[in-house]
């Protein structure tokens, strides 16, 4: 399921622990590190993908976890061409998800990869919430710092804690402007 402009729908989860230490999930096979992330069915909203993939990916349920937020709008990556399929080069061009926050609510013990027949980490690790994004895919950074910097409003109380603490380089534009912020502020 393709949008007119060749993006799929789609949800990315970042999941905290009481420490605000983010999940981070190692693609099964690889060397990557990433958050549990998937495809939004047909006749699906952005929430019920999001506990779906959130089972599917690290057998996490409902009950153990609370949602702290979202991301207002879909954020976008294209994915380069050689890592897309020759026979969908000329209609698809990447993603477009909505991010959501999660608390864990549950215990550590309650992450089991292998929840389903074709798990996708084949290893996790609590990290700072301001991850280092090196061990992201390159053409995913931007979307992560968007999505963490939107979200961390929801994960600190103090406004300095919101700052990334990623390089200059990193620190393009975000889906969050500052008008947004000084509302957010001003609610507090």
């Given amino acids: 399921m393709l949008d007119r402009e060749g993006f799929r729908p789609n949800v990315g989860i970042v999941l905290t622990n009481s420490h605000n230490q983010v999940f981070w999930g190692k693609r099964i096979r690889e060397h990557s590190w990433q958050f549990p992330q998937g495809g939004i069915k047909k006749g699906e909203s952005p929430e019920q993908a999001m506990y779906r993939e959130l089972h599917e990916e690290i057998g996490l349920k409902p009950e153990h976890v609370r949602i702290l937020g979202r991301t207002r709008d ?9 890592w897309i399929r020759r026979e969908w080069r000329s209609t698809y061009k990447g993603q477009k998800q909505i991010w959501f926050l999660l608390r864990l609510v549950g215990k550590d013990a309650d992450v089991d990869l292998r929840a389903t027949e074709q798990p996708e980490f084949d290893a996790w690790r609590w990290n700072d919430f301001w991850i280092p994004l090196e061990a992201v895919i ?15 409003r929801h994960v600190f109380i103090d406004p300095a804690e919101r700052i990334p603490r990623w390089a200059p380089e990193l620190m393009v534009t975000t889906s969050l402007n500052l008008e947004d912020e000084q509302q957010v502020q001003q609610q507090q």
């Fill in 74 to 82: 879909w954020l976008r990556y294209e994915v380069p061409k050689q």
């Fill in 138 to 152: 390159e053409f995913k950074r931007q979307v992560y710092v968007s999505a963490l910097t939107e979200l961390s």
